[in-house]
């Protein structure tokens, strides 16, 4: 990939939009010129542009309780966690942010307060609103993994009848709080990506959308992988991130040689550094994109031809 300016012009659907009517801004991207580093932004422990799901699994043979940290940024933290057979979590809320979680292998029985108990298998996905208490359990005689995103740097309440778990550096102290998240026609509890993504024929959408947190769901035929010219699009100030959840994917980012992903790997790029991802192979490919502050703005180079 060739080096990018600092400035360049750029299209940027979305800027000036007291300017324009909705269909306008539909029709007619708008050119800017939008700031990128001299000097890409880095890849900052553990972020890495690729993470395979089967040298993760390697790396915790003959265990059946572990968590290993994929991604970590100033808005997300990302895990696989491997719990076993019969294994329970502690119930817990998170103060302003939604969880979510995908189910990669084995079955987990989620409790949501008010909702129905339900177990998720492998392609699930699942969300808890911010203040809704919830806890997890492997069911089954094998240990399940899921890879959970939550907002980083934070630590979990608990209802007063739960019992913390001790954190070194923080006393767990009687509070009274008010309020809490709900479900909506597109942040509902859970996804079954087989049945309502995959049998349905549908090609995916929004999965968690609020004002924080923007988890879509991207379902496309496999292309013949774009010519490195074409470089797709880059976020100021946020990096993104994606699961494979089905079939073959090519990234390109911004200073990486051209990616291949499959089922459970997890790639990152860095914010302001241009990225792309396309379907790959002959069937079917579906990646979770992960991204801050929806609709986040995607700034395009003006030539672009294809790919995301």
Request: proline share 9%; charged share 20%; net charge neutral.
């Amino acid at each position: 990939m060739k080096a990018v300016k600092s400035f360049v012009l750029l299209s940027a659907a979305g800027l000036w939009l007291s300017c324009l009517s909705a269909d306008a801004q539909s029709q007619k991207p708008l050119l800017a010129w939008a700031p990128q580093p001299v000097k890409p932004a880095p890849f900052l422990a553990p972020n890495k542009p690729l993470k395979r799901l089967k040298d993760i699994v390697a790396r915790h043979a003959g265990k059946t309780d572990w968590t290993e940290t994929e991604v970590l940024t100033r808005d997300y933290i990302g895990q696989y966690i491997s719990m076993g057979a019969g294994k329970k979590t502690p119930t817990v809320f998170y103060a302003d942010d939604r969880v979510f979680w995908w189910v990669a292998s084995g079955q987990i029985r989620f409790r949501i307060q008010g909702q129905e108990p339900f177990v998720a298998s492998r392609g699930f996905l699942v969300q808890v609103p911010y203040r809704v208490p919830y806890s997890m359990e492997t069911v089954g005689d094998t240990p399940s993994l899921r890879f959970e995103v939550r907002p980083s740097y934070e630590h979990p309440s608990y209802p007063i009848e739960e019992t913390p778990v001790p954190v070194p550096g923080f006393a767990y102290n009687k509070a009274s709080y008010t309020g809490g998240g709900k479900y909506d026609e597109i942040n509902k509890p859970y996804l079954d990506f087989e049945k309502d993504i995959v049998a349905a024929g549908r090609k995916g959408g929004g999965f968690v959308k609020d004002d924080h947190t923007w988890a879509n769901v991207i379902r496309q035929p496999g292309i013949p992988t774009p010519p490195d010219s074409n470089f797709g699009h880059f976020h100021e100030n946020f990096g993104e991130f994606w699961v494979v959840l089905e079939g073959q994917l090519d990234f390109l980012i911004q200073g990486v040689p051209l990616i291949r992903a499959e089922f459970g790997d997890i790639v990152f790029a860095p914010e302001e550094r241009y990225h792309r991802a396309t379907s790959a192979g002959t069937g079917m490919a579906t990646r979770l994109a992960i991204t801050p502050r929806p609709p986040s703005l995607h700034y395009e180079q003006p030539d672009r031809t294809g790919g995301e």
